[in-house]
């Protein structure tokens, strides 16, 4: 096992800094801890030796069982330099991402307030996690160290062939690992399966390489994770809200509701093809202006009452949820011309894809909700 520790604990020394207190941070993201011993945060010397001894015992060849050993070690060396320390195991959760995220930083709030003012933290990870931890932690708390354990091991090839039959075990049983795993390359298979059975041979290759690009974006990027917050968001605010919020509500029921109503008037009078082209002309449209309204009346407004908005965050969404409605109102356009030039409607819905700008709005509202994001961090930073 090698580690690399920052010079926070000799930075503290050489400042004078004994009267302040010390946290080391065990940082366990996707919650391997919590699940395996039944509790995510566990805070104090024994609490952590008893935990990290159970946990070796039923996951040994799990590399936090050496990631807490390895931040009881630091205890030991830091209470030299300060005179009060405390260690704590944090977990996040088995979603990752963002979520994992959030409940690192709520937990990690939570301690820091017990222990009061003047808290340097020192963070342990099992490589990648501490840095991803520094950055979500930076305003909690003055990040005074970070120390990565990596594990080393001498594998031979009996060892390899049990390593990969070992992750293939969790690539099909972790729901986490599993819905990309299997759930993406199945649909993609069930899809070309049935698009070549009824003779369309090149639009099943293209409308796979569809469905794997955006699997991409959505877990490289996170989206899975962003929607999820921001439906957990949009239902804790529900609880707590005033009578303004539940008439940003009514206004995007009504225009989701109307949306809805057309496309249904469309399947009635024409069919299930103009009702398509109906539901990605309006309907969706309609339930993004809806959502854009909600923020407006709801968010916006409501914070500026309250004292608090976060306007770079809302601009965003706006700028998304804007321009991802002109996208889908443009595609629907576009496939509406290709039903009316009497061309087969299944083998030319790429095509409508490629004539309209759906691309290119999706990309300009990306980019603008990520540049108003980046201004927005270079602004606080400077701040501070």
Known sequence: ???????????????????????????????????????????????????????????????????????????????????????????????????????????????????????????????????????????????????????????????????????????????????????????????AALLMLAGFFSLALKISLLIVGLAMVIYGFKLDDTVRTSLQSFVEELREAPHIRLGGLAVMTLLLLLGVSLAYISYVSEGATSAIVSFLTYTIPLAMAGVMMYIIISRIIVGATEGRVDISKNIAMLSMLGFTALAFYDLGSSLRLVLESGQPVISNIIDAVGSSRFIQYIIVGTGLASLTELISRALKDARE
Do not use: C, W
């Open 1 to 191: 096992m090698s580690r690399t520790v920052s010079g926070g604990e000799q930075r503290a020394v050489e400042t004078g800094e004994r009267a302040r207190r010390a946290l080391v941070l065990v940082v366990d993201l996707d919650d391997d801890v919590g699940e395996t011993l039944g509790e995510s945060v566990l805070v104090g010397y024994n609490r952590v030796l008893e935990a990290a001894v159970r946990f070796a015992m039923e996951r040994p060849d799990d590399a936090d069982a050496n990631t807490m050993f390895a931040g009881l070690r630091l205890y030991r060396k830091l209470k030299e330099n300060y005179g009060d320390v405390e260690i704590a195991v944090v977990g996040g959760s088995r979603r990752l991402g963002v979520e994992a995220q959030r409940r690192l930083r709520e937990r990690v709030e939570g301690i820091v307030s017990e222990l009061g003012p003047n808290v340097d933290i020192y963070i342990v990870g099992d490589g990648g996690e501490e840095a991803v931890a520094s950055h979500i932690l930076r305003d909690v708390g003055r990040v005074a160290g970070i120390e990565s354990v990596i594990v080393s091991q001498h594998l031979g090839i009996e060892s390899n062939y049990m390593l990969i039959a070992r992750y293939l075990r969790k690539a099909v049983t972790d729901p986490h690992y599993s819905t990309l795993v299997l759930g993406v390359p199945g649909l993609v298979i069930s899809v």
